[in-house]
């Protein structure tokens, strides 16, 4: 009996080992199959993840450079409307910060007739204008004086700086008519020093007017000294404007000088001044 059961056991046992080696390979397959497939599946959501995260990509971009597009038309349109407003205020300002009107005929010489001229009006906190001393050439505390106007003028200068807009500043100095024009009215360079005013030059590039009537100026300069120990009335326009030249250059502002010239008229304040003359020459921009 017990070897029957022994035999039976044995039997058992060989038939599972049959099974086993029976479906061994077709489940290994099956296996490599499934193994397979998911390596393909994972490529593949590789691929599609790759491919969403391009289009994502793509459409920041696509959504960056459409509101950079928004904002560089906003930022074009505040500075055009920048720009209409200075014209507006340079065509005619009366009571701003600082004055100003165009100025309808050519002052360089062979500039495009469409250039734009401007008269430029320095005000103090009085609204008063730029007038000298009889036989003076320095102005005391003139940057406190001036300082709100010349500000104002040397932002709406930095604006056409910064939008490549090319301008070139003007001075033309003056002076009244005296009954001894050869006096020596003093020493030029000691007053300069005595006043701290290092800026002030005497050997000075001008440009010279070309017509007797000192409307048009020469596109060229050259240079006028002026003596360093004795200067008169008629040295006067142009000692003036130097010092109107050094002002600027406080603000950041190039000031290039026209001969100026002394009037006809005798003991008369207004003729005791300096011109600014703002040139902004035909563009595009502007």
Known sequence: MINILRIIGLFYILGGFYLIFRYEDPLNTTIKSILVMHDSLSKKQDECCSM??????????????????????????????KIRRLKQKLNNCSNCEYDSKPQRDRVIENSDIE????????????????????????????????????????????????????????????????NRPNNCLGNPAQKIREKGEKGIRLHIQVHKPINQNQEEFSQNTYEMSINESCYKNSDLPNLRASFMVKELSLYNLNGEILQGNVSKQKGNEVDRNVSIILHIPKNSKY
Request: hydrophobic content about 40%; proline content about 1%.
């Open 52 to 81: 969403i995260d391009r289009e994502v990509t793509k459409i920041t971009v696509t959504q960056k450079k459409i509101q950079e597009d928004v904002r560089n038309l906003q930022d074009k349109t505040i500075i055009e409307e």
């Open 115 to 178: 250039d734009n001229y401007y008269f430029i009006d320095i005000k103090d906190a009085q609204r008063k204008t730029i007038y000298f001393g009889l036989n003076q050439f320095i102005i005391d505390n003139f940057s406190e004086k001036y300082s709100t106007s010349l500000g104002a003028f040397m932002n709406d200068m930095d604006f056409l700086k910064m939008q490549q807009i090319p301008f070139t500043i003007y001075v033309l100095g003056a002076a009244d008519n005296v």
